[in-house]
């Protein structure tokens, strides 16, 4: 599940955003949860639950008694290390907010919608990358971390998961695809037949039988998935 972090105290504002965040992630990120709080106290009271929980924060600048970069400090202090985006009435207020280590802002009521959706996406990706350097899996009983850069594709046989890795290499375990596809998905990896996941930025073309990767192997795509398979790499097109 990938969480965003919404913080306004203007209820029409926090609405607004909502919506435009949710319009932004929904065809890149499935899974997904948007967590909404109209005062800086409220979230902060909440930090010790979602410090680790949340992958992105969109914060306004312009709140009473506690402002958005002074909020933000104080979510660092606390332990919070990912991506923090600013809402602001203005570019002047972002001279300060960089010191807290902001990836980007959004203008109220002067930035595009379509700039609005870059910003946001850009977060997600960011936030991905940071994730999903290593994925930890459990294997003969032993937790063992595996560069999600090295993952080639995975499948099932005889109920077996394998995990291709480039340069030939190969290790199974016990699993079920579906246990395997929810922990992934937020890894960038999609099911494209009830066999075989990929990682999207791997995918080099998709036709409505296969896809081919770009180390070559072509894995081949269900007819019921093809569709999905096919939206989700025209999503991430831009991205790559």
Not at 146 to 160: N, Q, S, T
């Amino acid at each position: 599940m990938f969480r965003i972090v919404l913080c306004d105290n203007d209820p029409e504002d926090l609405r607004s955003y909502e919506e435009k965040i949710r319009g932004a992630v929904a065809d890149l990120i499935p899974d997904f949860e948007i967590i909404t709080y109209r005062t800086p106290e409220s979230l902060l009271f909440a930090i010790d639950d979602i410090r680790d929980l949340a992958d992105v924060m969109v914060l306004d600048i312009r709140m009473p008694r506690t402002d958005g970069i002074e909020l933000a400090k104080k979510l660092r202090k606390a332990g919070y290390k990912n991506d923090i985006i600013f809402l602001t009435q203005s570019e002047e207020d972002m001279l300060r907010a960089f010191d807290v280590g902001a990836l980007n802002y959004i203008v109220k009521g002067k930035t595009s919608r379509e700039r609005a959706a870059f910003v946001i996406r850009q977060a997600i990706r960011s936030s991905l990358e940071k994730r999903s350097r290593n994925l930890l899996l459990e294997i003969g009983g032993e937790i063992r971390s595996i560069p999600v850069e090295d993952i080639l594709y995975i499948e099932v046989r005889d109920h077996l998961i394998m995990v291709h890795l480039e340069k030939g290499g190969l290790f199974s375990f016990n699993s079920t695809m579906n246990r395997l596809e929810e922990k992934l998905r937020s890894y960038g990896l999609i099911r494209v037949h009830r066999s075989f996941l990929v990682p999207l930025r791997r995918v080099s073309s998709l036709d409505s039988s296969e896809v081919v990767l770009d180390s070559g192997d072509r894995v081949p795509v269900s007819r019921g998935r093809y569709k999905d398979v096919k939206k989700r790499i025209k999503a991430t097109e831009g991205d790559r």
